[in-house]
């Protein structure tokens, strides 16, 4: 099993729900997942994704953008669930975080 389906594996296991105003979702705190390009690739060719949509995302963040209205206009919207709090893109690191 690879490192993704893993910690999905335990977000689904040891989780804590939580409700939105889309539904509920399950999360788990103080995790981290590091991906190979090789581990994304693998991720990608398994999945069928939104292949336009993660490199318009992908180019975003790349420029440092951390405005969501801009991934709202490129149409990336699957952050949306956060609310009106949802205004900035929060990078700790170069991992790409959104903070409600």
């Not at 190979?36 to 990608?44: A, E, G, V």
């Not at 292949?51 to 990336?76: P, T």
Request: glycine share 6%.
């Amino acid at each position: 099993m690879n490192k993704y389906y893993q910690i999905l594996d335990k977000i689904l296991k040891q989780g804590k729900t939580q409700a939105n105003k889309k539904g509920n979702i399950r999360y788990l705190l103080n995790e981290q997942l590091s991906l190979s390009p090789t581990d994304l690739l693998d991720i990608f060719e398994n999945h069928g994704i939104a292949r336009k949509k993660l490199k318009n995302e992908l180019q975003l963040f790349m420029k440092g953008e951390r405005q969501v209205e801009r991934y709202r206009e490129a149409g990336i919207n699957w952050w949306d669930y956060c609310g009106p709090c949802s205004s900035i893109v929060i990078r700790p690191t170069l991992r790409s975080y959104r903070h409600c």
